[in-house]
């Protein structure tokens, strides 16, 4: 059974930082990815960044710039260095994991999300 620690969220102002980590255990499966995602009240949950098995990590490019993923593969931590927030960075942010399946994709795992709120 996969389990995440999250933590890291809170409330800042704009222009402020934070720091998200995220520990993952009962990995028994190859990963294709792990990352962050968020999801605003009325919006649809987006990938905020990602590392993926080749070491190459994605973002979204609302967050280039401001936002560094960093990886610990030996114990499946992650860290989202998040820098010079806007109001439009809050939402809950939640740990995820992809499993590589027969034909790519395998299964979605989520961690259980943590709120991060920026106010103006």
């Known amino acids: 059974q996969v389990q995440f620690v999250e933590s890291g969220g809170g409330s800042v102002q704009a222009g402020g930082s934070l720091r998200l980590s995220c520990t993952a255990s009962?990995?028994?499966?190859?990963?294709?990815?792990m990352g962050w995602y968020r999801q605003a009240p009325g919006k649809q949950r987006e990938l905020v960044a990602q590392?993926?098995?080749?070491?190459?990590?994605n973002y979204a490019d609302s967050v280039k710039g401001r936002f560094t993923l960093t990886s610990v593969n030996a114990n499946y931590t992650i860290y989202l260095q998040m820098n010079n927030l806007v109001p439009e960075d809050s939402a809950v942010y939640y740990c995820?994991?992809?499993?590589?399946?027969?034909?790519?994709?395998?299964?979605?795992?989520w961690g259980q999300g943590t709120q991060v709120t920026v106010s103006s």
């Open positions: 995820h994991i992809e499993s590589a399946g027969s034909r790519g994709k395998g299964f979605d795992y």
């Open positions: 590392i993926n098995s080749d070491r190459t990590t």
């Open positions: 009962g990995i028994r499966f190859v990963m294709n990815s």
